[in-house]
C-alpha cells in the first residue's frame, strides 16, 4: 500500500508526443530532447530514458517523421501536376485562339486573291508561319511535350503581364468586337511582318 502512494502518475500518452510530435512554445515548434523533457515534467530523467527505451520513442520518431516527408513530397507533386494542368489548358486555348486567327487571315487573302488583289508573299508565310507555331503549341498542350514543361516556367508565364496570353486575349476580343479591321490586331511575337 505504501508502495502505491509513493508512485507518481504521470501523462506518459502527453509525454510521448511531446517527444515525438514536439509541441508550441510562443510561436515556435519545440521538439525536446529526453534531458528537457525530464526538466519540464518535473520526472527523473532515468525514468525518461526507461520509458524512451521500452516504448521505442525513437523508432516512432522516425517512422513519424517518414511519414510526414512522404505526405510532404505528395502535396508538392500534386500542386505541380495541377500547375503542368493548368498550363497545358492556356497553350491550348492559345493554340485554338491561333488557328482561329490562321483561319480568318487566310480567308482575308483568299478573298484578297477573288477581288484580283495582290497579297504579299511575306504575308503568305507568316501566316504559314504562325499556322506551324500554332500547331506545336496545340501539340505540346496535348501532352506529347509534358516531360519538357518546366513549372516554374510555366507559372511565371501565366503571371507576367505582356505575354502572349495578354496579346492572344487581345486579339480574340478584338475579333469579337468583329470590326474586321486586321490591320488593327496585336502582333503576336512569332508572326515576322516586313
Known amino acids: 500500500m505504501k508502495k502505491s502512494k509513493m508512485h507518481k502518475k504521470y501523462d506518459w500518452e502527453t509525454i510521448e508526443n511531446e517527444y515525438i510530435y514536439g509541441y508550441q512554445d510562443d510561436n515556435k515548434k519545440i521538439f525536446p530532447t529526453l534531458s528537457e523533457i525530464s526538466k519540464r515534467h518535473t520526472i527523473p530523467f532515468e525514468t525518461i530514458r526507461?520509458?524512451?527505451?521500452?516504448?521505442?520513442?525513437?523508432?516512432?520518431?522516425?517512422?513519424?517523421?517518414?511519414?510526414?516527408?512522404?505526405?510532404?513530397?505528395?502535396?508538392?507533386?500534386?500542386?505541380?501536376?495541377?500547375?503542368?494542368?493548368?498550363g497545358n489548358s492556356l497553350f491550348e486555348n492559345i493554340g485554338i485562339l491561333g488557328a482561329n486567327i490562321i483561319t480568318s487571315s487566310l480567308k482575308r487573302q483568299k478573298q484578297q486573291i477573288a477581288e484580283g488583289k495582290e497579297v504579299p508573299t511575306s504575308d503568305i508565310l507568316n501566316v504559314g508561319r504562325a499556322g506551324e507555331k500554332y500547331q506545336q503549341i496545340m501539340k505540346r498542350s496535348q501532352d506529347e511535350m509534358v516531360e519538357r514543361i518546366q513549372v516554374d516556367t510555366?507559372?511565371?508565364?501565366?503571371?507576367?503581364?505582356?505575354?502572349?496570353?495578354?496579346?492572344?486575349?487581345?486579339?480574340?476580343?478584338?475579333?469579337?468586337?468583329?470590326?474586321?479591321?486586321?490591320?488593327?490586331?496585336?502582333?503576336?511575337?512569332f508572326i515576322r511582318s516586313k
Request: charged content about 40%.
Open 50 to 86: 526507461s520509458r524512451y527505451y521500452r516504448h521505442k520513442w525513437k523508432q516512432k520518431k522516425e517512422e513519424t517523421r517518414i511519414k510526414i516527408r512522404t505526405k510532404v513530397a505528395e502535396r508538392k507533386t500534386e500542386f505541380e501536376a495541377e500547375n503542368i494542368v493548368h
Open 154 to 189: 510555366t507559372v511565371k508565364a501565366s503571371l507576367n503581364k505582356g505575354t502572349v496570353f495578354d496579346r492572344v486575349n487581345r486579339t480574340l476580343e478584338f475579333m469579337n468586337e468583329g470590326s474586321g479591321d486586321y490591320e488593327d490586331l496585336p502582333k503576336l511575337s
